[in-house]
């Protein structure tokens, strides 16, 4: 809990977006879902809009999380769908920040050229084992997590 509380207040210190190509395999399937979007990082909210395949906006407030899908209605998360969500939030903001893989207690950092390998410690640990992250002239470029299951989520910055 520990280390949520604290992604999420390094998280308000700062504001930016980028456009991204996100790319998860799910194992159990064996089948890649392409969607693209943009983020946006805001001092009091995040904001990632989906927009091909198709419109999907979810909205991180405080301790609230909301998703409007292309229908127009509005869902907001509670309980464990609130929590993985959040928790997947907050991974994505650190991974695509260069200065969090310089210097982190949450996890193992192994530097190869402009690649950075990372393996999760603690609680972290028990839902993404591993990521790795492509840099370029000290920009993170796309980043890569890997679960238990074999599943993956890539995000690829445009």
């Known amino acids: 809990m520990r280390f949520i509380l604290v992604l999420f207040l390094h998280v308000s210190l700062f ?28 001092e009091n909210k995040i904001v990632i809009t989906y927009k091909s395949p198709k419109f ?3 909205v991180k407030t405080n301790d609230n999380i909301s998703i409007e899908g292309s229908s127009g209605n509005i869902y907001t998360l509670k309980g464990k769908a609130l929590f993985y969500t959040n928790f997947f939030i907050g ?4 991974l695509s ?38 840099t370029k002239n000290s920009n993170v470029i796309s980043f890569k997590m890997f679960m238990p299951n074999e599943d993956t989520l890539q995000i690829i910055k445009k």
Do not use: C, H, P, W
């Open 15 to 42: 504001a930016y977006s980028y456009n991204f190509d996100e790319i998860k395999f799910i194992s159990a399937v064996g089948t890649d879902f392409k969607q693209s979007g943009n983020i946006e990082i805001l």
């Open 56 to 58: 999907k906006q979810i």
């Open 91 to 94: 991974i994505m903001i650190r």
């Open 97 to 134: 920040d260069f200065d969090e893989l310089k210097n982190n207690e949450d996890f193992n950092v192994e530097k190869n050229g402009e690649v950075y390998n990372l393996e999760f410690k603690g609680d972290v640990s028990d839902a993404i084992t591993k990521a790795e992250v492509i």
